[in-house]
């Protein structure tokens, strides 16, 4: 195993919260995927995740790694703008499916 | 790595796993296909992000190659599944 390198207490200190603050938005981002009643409102709570969360979590590495020195942090770059830019795209296709499945099967009611 | 930064990343680590497992139950549990898409699109991306919190974990730079790859293979799926339910075809 690659073991990590060393960096200054103020850097350590900013990745944890942010790696931390990431995390956490993504979980409340799941939590609402299980716990909202329909799927339109289930359909906003990954977002949260996919925004937020990956934001903080690549920032931390992008400064932790900035920092050690030891990697170039273009996979980070890469990773936002990949996720930034499909995840609206994914989300207009998923809910024009499901609109259109709504009035194919029941009619324009759109709970469950 | 300092105590903190090694304490703070298994945090995540647990904190993104509870996050895999509320997708994994609306991908199974899920009521419609819809409800499935969406939950796998979830699960991907929470997946990337633990991928992202290993990488700086173990200082690899394989982790964060596979959490790239799994950022454009996942939309591209995603983008077929909701094309599926869409219009009953992926490519027409």
Same mark, same amino acid.
């Given at each position: 195993?690659?073991?990590?390198?060393?960096?200054?207490?103020?850097?350590? &200190?900013?990745? %944890?919260?942010?790696?931390?603050?990431? $995390? #956490?938005? !993504?979980?409340?981002?799941?939590?609402?995927?299980?716990? *909202?009643?329909?799927?339109?409102?289930?359909?906003?709570?990954?977002?949260?995740?996919?925004?937020?969360?990956?934001?903080? &979590?690549?920032? %931390?590495?992008?400064?932790?790694?900035? $920092? #050690?020195? !030891?990697?170039?942090?273009?996979?980070?770059?890469?990773? *936002?703008?990949?996720?930034?830019?499909?995840?609206?795209?994914?989300?207009?296709?998923?809910?024009?499916?499901?609109?259109?499945?709504?009035? %194919?099967?029941?009619?324009?009611?759109?709970?469950? | 790595?300092?105590?903190?930064?090694?304490?703070?990343?298994?945090?995540?680590?647990?904190?993104?796993?509870?996050?895999?497992?509320?997708?994994?139950?609306?991908?199974?549990?899920?009521?419609?296909?819809?409800?499935?898409?969406?939950?796998?699109?979830?699960?991907?991306?929470?997946?990337?992000?633990?991928?992202?919190?290993?990488?700086?974990?173990?200082?690899?730079?394989?982790?964060?190659?596979?959490?790239?790859?799994?950022?454009?293979?996942?939309?591209?799926?995603?983008?077929?599944?909701?094309?599926?339910?869409?219009?009953?075809?992926?490519?027409?």
């Amino acid at each position: 195993m690659i073991h990590s390198p060393e960096v200054s207490t103020l850097v350590s &200190v900013l990745t %944890a919260t942010l790696l931390l603050i990431g $995390a #956490a938005t !993504t979980l409340v981002g799941a939590l609402g995927l299980v716990r *909202l009643q329909s799927f339109y409102q289930r359909a906003h709570a990954p977002t949260l995740g996919t925004t937020l969360g990956a934001a903080c &979590v690549a920032l %931390a590495s992008m400064m932790y790694f900035s $920092a #050690a020195g !030891t990697r170039p942090i273009l996979h980070e770059v890469l990773i *936002l703008i990949f996720v930034t830019a499909t995840t609206p795209i994914t989300l207009i296709i998923l809910v024009r499916a499901s609109r259109l499945r709504d009035e %194919a099967s029941e009619g324009p009611s759109g709970n469950q | 790595m300092s105590m903190l930064l090694a304490s703070s990343v298994i945090v995540a680590k647990i904190l993104l796993g509870i996050a895999m497992a509320c997708s994994t139950y609306r991908l199974v549990c899920g009521p419609r296909a819809q409800d499935r898409v969406l939950a796998f699109d979830s699960l991907y991306v929470n997946a990337m992000l633990l991928l992202l919190t290993f990488g700086i974990g173990s200082g690899s730079t394989l982790y964060f190659e596979a959490a790239m790859i799994i950022a454009l293979l996942g939309f591209v799926s995603t983008v077929a599944l909701a094309k599926f339910l869409l219009r009953g075809e992926v490519i027409e």
